[in-house]
């Protein structure tokens, strides 16, 4: 990947453990007496259960435990949600249980599990199950509620929830539009396929009445919260423990009913029990999918001036789990980066027959950004005008902010002209040659990108009855023993991305050390401060912040020692090279000031952090603040096959200040590689019946690297005035902007490959945009090359 070369970079830590492979991830966890989980699930999408006959895998053998619903139900409480109260959404709390009793609402729904003395035995176990159903009829198809005024009886059954957004005057704008364009918009279901599945490993001491979890998983104290809430435990009976993850993107997440049932039968048995999740039950989980039906009136130059979306978002079956909250997220970023005075969204959130959503990397924010630059794309088009020049119209300009969104959203800060301006010189934008070949076609996209960061989800204007919303903390604690050595206790935990390595950086920093001098402890509900884990790119820009706080502390101190010892003012006492100076004097070595110290007391300090946007009694507090960025695509579209080659990405991305830039270009890449999937292929299918048609990689198909060129990267820093250190967070930022640069890029191609054609050209509407999706949209004199 073509990234700046600073010398200053410090790599990412324990790199060599994760190449080699000597990192440990929970299923290298291996306690003597472990039994292992299977789970059986539904095969229907929707029914009554009329039994659930286990004596053959009761007898089957080496199995020691079978758990049905009934059993279940007499020693778990039903599920909480997670991310607060659904009311804070306008949705509606049902009560949920970890097992059900009474039917089943997708195929996939666990119905029993058990333990099992190897995994093998536990498969063929559960394969062993005999359950009987009655057939129930599957909700409404998503389509049917779109633009749909009044809902049927059968219809509101199914409402999770609705949203409505709006500023000014929307219809009547439309009505004065000089131009009044007409679309509808698909975002296909998608999930986050990271290299290692979910798992846990649940050990039951029942002379401590103690249980130990070590978990694959984002958010440790919001699953030892859960498991105690529904297993009826003490909070403090639950040690859980995160070691190395292999990838998250949202997957890994409070919510999971196996979470509860995997501890269960490590109760019931009184030995340690392992659920490692297999690659097609990984599958059932996704998001992402919705529809939008938009109008947007515009001048003659381009300018907007109304939008409106009526959007349908089919969620899955009901959940706790913070998955189906993307949902008002996608309604409540809207417009985006655009200045647009008149905006009406209308958002129905309405529960299928399929999984439920999972949260997945983006959170929502990907599908506005797909279709606000499809509707700047075809606004382009209609009035024969660069693309580029119509998002120079409507950008927000760097005046405006902090601007608040009609959902009440406030954006704190950027440079969004700046940005997109360098992307366009960066990549050459204008400089295509657009005919390689007589039958392929090259097209370029552009497409600009805000990503809401830092923890909200409700927004809007306090009322009678509305609830706040508040973003939590995150807290670090800050140690450093007698021999001069750091360590750093944080409450955010690290999905694979390194962000152990920024905060081992800002600690050594601060203490004048360097981060070989540093370990960083994450992940451990007994050692580390509560904290609310990996969601929301909170792990830098707010945990970064708890570290510094607490490092600045214990500097403070050292620096009142040095002063002691130097016969100095402690102002005057710089920490530096593993050691204390100060003008005229020789240093004095961290390992003699901390030896002092510790002689008299601990060297340590526990500090927490909460971004703060200025204060507004009448809105709600969330996202405090967003990231941005602009990327530029240059794909290939072979006409004769529909097979789409990208050639480029070009990317410049403003996440405020950048703490280490080698890992936010590694998250970017990633980011990037998912929304080029995302647009190409990526695509979870159900058949008629709700069965999963896309169960191993041979189905659901994700970027490969031969699949994607160099990405060229910039950054572009405008610090938020609302965080410590100015960061905005990096964690999501790229996932729609590639997905909606790339899905200009082909239609761009497309109409340039059937130049003249006029109606009989198709536009791109939907994603993913695969070979026969693609294929079908070129009218048949385009295989042959004509032009």
């Known amino acids: 990947m073509d990234t700046t070369t600073d010398p200053g970079r410090w790599p990412k830590r324990h790199a060599l453990e994760f190449a080699t492979g000597q990192a440990v991830f929970v299923d290298d966890i291996r306690p003597q007496g472990m039994l292992h989980m299977a789970v059986v699930r539904s095969m229907r999408a929707h029914a009554r259960i009329l039994s659930v006959d286990t004596s053959a895998a009761k007898a089957h053998p080496g199995v020691v435990r079978v758990l049905d619903a009934h059993e279940a139900a007499l020693h778990l409480d039903t599920l909480p949600y997670q991310f607060g109260e659904p009311e804070l959404l306008g949705a509606r709390r049902v009560d949920l249980p970890a097992l059900p009793t009474d039917r089943v609402r997708y195929i996939g729904e666990p119905i029993a599990v058990l333990a099992a003395e190897n995994p093998r035995a536990a498969r063929a176990a559960a394969a062993a199950v005999e359950i009987e159903y009655d057939e129930l009829p599957t909700a409404p198809e998503p389509r049917e509620y779109l633009g749909t005024p009044t809902l049927s009886v059968e219809q509101r059954k199914h409402v999770i929830t609705e949203n409505h957004f709006t500023s000014g005057d929307p219809d009547d704008a439309l009505c004065r539009a000089v131009h009044v364009l007409d679309a509808d918009f698909t975002v296909g279901r998608s999930t986050t396929a990271p290299l290692e599945t979910r798992g846990y490993v649940a050990s039951w001491d029942p002379c401590a009445k103690r249980l130990t979890v070590h978990a694959s ?7 030892r919260s859960e498991l105690a809430d529904v297993l009826r435990l003490p909070v403090e009976a639950i040690h859980v423990v995160v070691p190395n993850v292999g990838g998250s993107f949202g997957l890994k997440m409070t919510g999971q009913v196996e979470e509860p049932l995997v501890c269960l039968l490590s109760i019931l048995c009184g030995r340690p029990v392992k659920w490692m999740e297999t ?13 939008h039906r938009v109008r947007v009136g515009f001048d003659d130059t381009g300018r907007v001036n109304a939008f409106t979306d009526d959007m349908v978002v089919p969620v899955g079956a009901r959940s706790v789990s913070p998955g189906w909250r993307q949902a008002y997220v996608s309604a409540a970023s809207f417009p985006g980066p655009y200045d ?30 797909f279709v606000m630059e499809r509707v700047m794309d075809l606004i382009a088009r209609r009035l024969r005008l660069d693309p580029a020049d119509v998002r120079r119209r409507n950008l927000l300009p760097s005046s405006a902010f902090p601007h608040r969104l009609p959902s009440g959203y406030r954006i704190d800060s950027g440079d969004y002209h700046a940005v997109l301006d360098q992307a366009l010189d960066v990549a050459g934008y204008g400089k295509v040659d657009r005919h390689p070949t007589s039958t392929v076609r090259r097209g370029v996209g552009i497409s600009f990108e805000i990503t809401p960061e830092g923890g909200g989800h409700a927004s809007g204007r306090l009322a009678p009855g509305v609830t706040p919303t508040v973003a939590a903390p995150e807290a670090a604690t800050v140690r450093v023993d007698r021999d ?5 206790f944080s409450g955010v935990t690290n999905p694979g991305g390194g962000n152990d390595t920024a905060l081992a950086r800002l600690a050594a920093e601060t203490l004048g050390t360097t981060t070989a001098n540093v370990t960083v402890i994450q992940g451990d509900t007994a050692l580390c401060p509560p904290g609310t884990g990996n969601a929301s790119s909170r792990g830098v820009a707010v945990g970064g912040p708890a570290v510094v706080l607490a490092a600045t502390d214990v500097a403070d101190t050292l620096r009142h020692t040095a002063a002691i010892v130097l016969g100095c003012a402690p102002q005057d006492v ?13 240093p004095v070595q961290l390992r003699e000031l901390c030896a002092c110290v510790t002689d008299s007391g601990e060297l340590s300090s526990t500090r927490s952090y909460c971004p703060t946007p200025p204060d507004d009694p009448a809105y709600r507090y969330s996202y405090p603040y967003f990231s941005s960025g602009a990327y530029v ?6 006409t004769a096959t529909g097979v789409v080659t ?3 990405v070009t990317a410049v991305h403003d996440c405020g200040r950048v703490i280490e830039p080698v890992l936010v270009e590694g998250q970017l890449q990633g980011a990037i590689a998912m929304g080029i999937g995302l647009a190409m292929f990526e695509d979870s299918r159900f058949d008629s019946d709700g069965s999963p048609s896309t169960r191993t990689f041979k189905e659901y198909l994700v970027a490969r690297a031969n699949d994607l060129p160099d990405f060229v990267i910039r950054h572009h820093e405008t610090p938020s005035p609302y965080t410590l250190l100015g960061a905005k967070g990096a964690g999501e930022a790229g996932v729609g902007g590639a997905l909606a640069a790339v899905a200009n890029a082909i239609d761009d191609a497309i109409h ?5 054609a006029g109606d009989a050209v198709a536009t791109v509407t939907r994603v993913p945009l695969d070979p026969p999706t693609v294929l079908a949209m070129i009218p048949e004199h385009a295989s042959r090359g004509d032009t």
């Open 217 to 223: 998983h984002q958010q440790p104290f919001q699953l």
């Open 484 to 488: 001069g050595h750091v360590t750093v």
């Open 279 to 291: 690659r097609a039950e990984c599958f059932l989980g996704g998001g992402r999918e919705q529809i």
């Open 752 to 756: 340039h490959a059937v130049h003249g």
């Open 340 to 369: 647009i005075a008149h905006v009406d969204i209308r958002s129905r959130v309405v529960a299928t027959h399929v999984p439920p959503w999972h949260s997945c990397r983006g959170f929502g924010k990907e599908a506005p950004v």
């Open 646 to 648: 990208v050639r480029a």
């Open 574 to 586: 710089t920490l530096a090279d593993d050691a204390a100076h100060a003008p005229g004097r020789a």
């Open 633 to 638: 695509a240059e794909v290939d579209v072979d």
